[in-house]
């Protein structure tokens, strides 16, 4: 399909627009765009020769038992743990960070690193500490800090996320991002590709770390990307969002 063949192109940055676009969410369309849940079909096994698998989880071993336990919320959000300075210090040292070696905690393509991670707090649940310079930030994980960029109150930011159920009692949102214009710096025609594996690999870390620190987490398609672009500003696109309570 010679529309997405991004071999030979200059500006192949348009071509990565043009192909996100196709699959965002817009208001206008959102009951066209929450499908009804369809109970998923057990795989068979055929007629394949069979090796048994079966093994029992230690929970004794807090990472066997934070790798079985880990789910995504479908119900209001409970704030067990409440998010402050210290839980976000530990949050995204485990799950992005990795304290003071040069690789962080999940891999990305030639080690480039593109995607930007963008944490929305909810100043009505969240420790007051955080959030008292503003409550949009953007993690320097070369640094290790947070740059806090503005303030939003949460009841206008969250009309980015679909579900308002799990929006409304969510103490902070994580945005995955990247600058189409910049990505095709190393890879060209891949890195769209690339940026979308590595989503997937800190959204992993992610709800595997917020589990094992007592908090709720689920990933979202269900995000209105222009808005939520909009609030992260920096000429970011929206690649992937998660709620976390």
Request: hydrophobic share 35%; charged share 20%.
């Amino acid at each position: 399909m010679n529309v997405w063949n991004f071999k030979g192109e200059r500006n192949i940055e348009k071509k990565f627009i043009d192909y996100h676009m196709m699959s965002i969410n817009e208001p206008e369309f959102t009951n066209t765009q929450v499908y009804a849940h369809r109970p998923r079909e057990l795989q068979e096994n055929g007629n394949y020769p069979l090796i048994d698998l079966d093994y029992t989880i230690d929970d004794n071993n807090i990472f066997e038992k934070t790798l079985g336990t880990r789910y995504s919320a479908r119900e209001p959000f409970k704030t067990n743990v409440k998010v402050d300075k210290k839980v976000m210090a530990q949050f995204t040292q485990l799950a992005m960070i990795g304290g003071e070696k040069e690789n962080r905690t999940y891999p990305s393509g030639g080690a480039q690193y593109y995607v930007n991670i963008y944490f929305l707090f909810n100043e009505q649940l969240v420790d007051v500490d955080l959030i008292e310079q503003g409550n949009i930030m953007l993690l320097n994980s070369d640094t290790q800090k947070l740059l806090v960029k503005q303030y939003v109150p949460w009841d206008e930011m969250s009309k980015a996320f679909i579900q308002k159920y799990l929006a409304n009692t969510a103490q902070f949102a994580v945005a995955l991002s990247c600058d189409m214009s910049g990505i095709s710096g190393k890879y060209t025609d891949i890195s769209y590709k690339l940026v979308q594996q590595e989503a997937g690999h800190i959204g992993q870390n992610i709800q595997l770390v917020a589990n094992y620190l007592g908090l709720e987490s689920v990933p979202l398609g269900g995000f209105y990307d222009i808005e939520l672009s909009k609030l992260l500003s920096d000429n970011q696109t929206s690649l992937y969002a998660f709620l976390i309570g």
